[in-house]
């Protein structure tokens, strides 16, 4: 397990009472370099904790994985200025092998060498390089899901988000069955598309791609890379606490997949195949 929190003095002012000097817990946020074979490929702004999950998610979301027996092995090792020989490994370096025949990363996606913590799609040199095509099909998938379950959702997040208890600064991904409720997986990360790709990575690596019947519920924003990322991994409903983007909200519809915004207390916003999400019996 990575290292998550991490202690920092700070200076707290209040109005009424003056200043008081203490320790804060902070989100751990540091670079990971991720390798397909020794041959850099990406730097991602991450929480440590569950990178190959997080190297494995962001394959699938870039189209190269779509089966577990694809992905053969990850190794952190370290490198110049990386935890070399005499420094000891920071485990900021992770190298992947891929199965024979695994195509990699294609040079026509024209991603740059550096992605923040903010936003996984930066660095992508044009709009045309964002969009990915999914091996899968939502559109397909006739889950449906109850709107009261749906209301519990956020709910079940929070009270999982360990993490974000210590600190008040990471995002959370949650999976849940779309009949049951049950939380299938939860990651955070300092990243929202970072904690996303770890769940992802997590289905991957346990042989469950396409996500049939599920719903990944996220503690942010519903930005259009969130989208595209459960697109990618056939999940047929995105929930998310906060507002959904423009471009969000149209490749959803465009993708078949189930696009929830707002989803705070009784009310939600169903901004993309409102049919999958059931009314109470009146």
């Not at 008040?168 to 955070?188: Q, S, Y």
């Not at 289905?203 to 996220?218: D, N, S």
């Not at 519903?222 to 606490?241: W, Y």
Request: charged share 15%.
């Amino acid at each position: 397990m990575g290292r998550i929190t991490a202690r920092a003095p700070a200076v707290r002012i209040s109005l009424a009472g003056g200043a008081t000097r203490r320790a804060d817990t902070l989100a751990v946020e540091e670079p990971l370099e991720i390798r397909i074979g020794g041959v850099p490929v990406v730097v991602t702004m991450r929480t440590p904790g569950n990178d190959v999950e997080l190297a494995a998610g962001f394959l699938v979301s870039e189209g190269v994985l779509t089966r577990a027996d694809q992905f053969v092995s990850a190794i952190h090792c370290g490198g110049p200025g990386q935890g070399g020989a005499g420094e000891g490994n920071t485990y900021n370096v992770l190298d992947l092998t891929l199965a024979p025949g695994v195509a990699g990363l294609s040079t026509d996606i024209a991603r740059s060498f550096y992605m923040t913590s903010s936003c996984g799609v930066c660095g992508k040199a044009a709009i045309d390089a964002v969009a990915t095509v999914s091996a899968f099909d939502p559109a397909g998938d006739a889950a449906t899901v109850e709107a009261s379950l749906l209301a519990r959702l956020p709910d079940v997040l929070r009270a999982h988000q360990i993490g974000f208890d210590k600190t008040g600064g990471l995002h959370a991904a949650g999976l849940f069955d779309a009949a049951t409720g049950e939380l299938l997986v939860l990651r955070e990360d300092v990243g929202r598309h970072n904690a996303v790709d770890k769940v992802v990575g997590w289905a991957l690596q346990a042989g469950r791609l396409p996500l049939r019947g599920t719903v990944l519920m996220v503690s942010g924003r519903a930005s259009f890379e969130l989208a595209q990322k459960t697109a990618m991994a056939g999940i047929p409903v995105l929930a998310a606490v906060s507002a959904p983007s423009s471009l969000a909200v149209e490749l959803a519809t465009s993708a078949g997949v189930t696009l929830v915004g707002f989803l705070r207390g009784e009310t939600m916003n169903v901004y993309a195949h409102p049919e999958r999400v059931l009314l109470p019996r009146g």
